[in-house]
């Protein structure tokens, strides 16, 4: 069944959260062909409303059985809530586009950045995900270094913004920022300190080999998106007190020979990446400026003075978290999908037993 000419029923799943409000405002936007919209989140709650891209929507509870008949289902409600849901949504014949961190590193689900490997999404077999916020901003950039001059070893320190945690956090900041100027104690709920004025290098969980969940998805994302298993990479993942919009310094050892004027052009030309490198108007990638909007911004492109035979690269990429480290990301995958009719059926792919494989480790 072709889907390329018809309205599509399409779900968010996770509608009353910081990402899932933003789906909804994307898929308008972007004038994504939606016959029927329908939102689901927990439980708690079931009949409220949402108002998003000029419409007040009422919010179901997302089960099982609410998934018969939708055509494809944004996720972003949490990995526990995908690694449930997302299989039972498959077997109902829906396409899964996945936010959470539950599938990502799975062998049979594709994992995709828009501009650099939209064609993976033809093999899905129901559930595709979507990077982490942290990774999709920097593998359209490393692309374009990999594709040219080669990647020997890349080196990536985050600051990222508190939406990237949720509105809990984000109304945390709000409040410890309040309490400041109030002359009274910062509480601390969802981060283990007061992010206000504060830097925390703790994002997710520690794993045993010392690095923190997020700076391991942040390893293992950009190998598995740019197919290089065996990439040197490592990143030091830090929360800071900015609402939205997460920033990274980034250090690249390149296998050949590359002058900082040449990266820009590079940079350039991969679609959605803005160069903004003009240091002496003080002019580069900020937060603030990049919220809102869709674009990868790279600024402070230089020779990295540390390795020789200008074979070293520095800069600095910030992108809004919430867009396309999030919601468009996966509105631009649906949109993939159906232009190229890849939305299809379960009985058009097979079904896949997912709930059979070892996905509780997928969250290390
Ligand atoms: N924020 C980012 O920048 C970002 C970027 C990439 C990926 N993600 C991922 O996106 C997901 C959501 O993030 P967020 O920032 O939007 O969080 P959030 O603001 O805290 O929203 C969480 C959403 O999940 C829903 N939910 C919670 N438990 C549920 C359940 N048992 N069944 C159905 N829905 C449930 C919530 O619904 P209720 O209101 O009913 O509780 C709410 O809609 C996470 O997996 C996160 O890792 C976030």
Redesign the pocket.
């Known amino acids: 069944m072709s889907t390329h000419s018809q309205p599509l029923t399409v779900a968010v ?9 933003t789906m909804i405002q994307v898929l308008a936007e972007r004038q994504f062909p939606v016959g029927e919209l329908r939102l ?6 079931a009949g409220s409303t949402v108002s998003a891209a000029g419409r007040t929507m009422t ?1 179901e ?2 089960t099982p059985e609410a998934f018969a008949g939708i055509d494809i289902a944004l ?8 690694r449930q ?1 997302a299989p039972e949504a498959a077997a109902r014949g829906c396409t899964v586009v996945d ?3 539950a599938w990502r590193m799975e062998p049979h689900v594709p994992l995709i950045v828009s501009q650099v490997n939209p064609g993976d999404g033809e093999w899905h077999e129901g559930i595709i995900a ?1 990077p ?2 942290s990774t ?1 901003q920097l593998v359209p950039v490393l692309m374009a270094i990999r594709d040219t001059v080669g990647i020997d070893r890349v080196v990536v320190d985050t600051y990222q ?1 508190v ?6 956090a984000l109304a945390e900041l709000e409040s410890q920022i309040r309490a400041h100027v109030a002359g009274e104690p910062k509480v601390a709920n969802v981060y283990p300190h007061p992010i206000a004025f504060n830097v925390l290098p703790e994002i997710d969980v520690f794993l045993d080999n010392g690095y923190t969940r997020e700076e391991w998805k942040v390893v293992t994302e950009n190998r598995k998106i740019l197919g290089l298993p065996d990439l040197r990479i490592s990143c030091t993942a830090v929360r800071i007190p900015v609402f939205v919009s ?1 920033s990274e310094a980034v250090h690249v050892e390149t296998r050949d020979a590359i002058t900082p004027e040449r990266a820009r052009r590079l940079f350039a030309a991969v679609p959605g990446v803005v160069v903004q490198d003009d240091p002496a108007e003080h002019d580069y990638p900020l937060a603030t400026e990049a919220a809102g909007h869709d674009e990868i911004y790279v600024g402070r492109v230089r020779s990295d003075v540390s390795i020789g035979d200008d074979r070293g690269l520095a800069f600095w990429v910030v992108s809004d ?2 867009r396309k ?2 919601a468009t990301n996966a509105v631009e995958i649906a949109e993939t999908l159906r232009d190229r009719d890849w939305i299809r059926p379960a009985s058009a792919r097979g079904t896949r037993p997912y709930q059979a494989l070892g996905v509780a480790e997928a969250t290390a």
């Open positions: 799943v996770g509608a009353t959260g910081v990402v899932g409000r689901l989140a927990s439980g708690r709650s919010v509870e997302a996720f972003s409600a949490g990995t526990d809530v995908s849901l936010n959470s961190n979507n982490n916020c999709m913004s939406s990237g945690t949720g509105a809990e997460h978290n919430l480290g999030a």
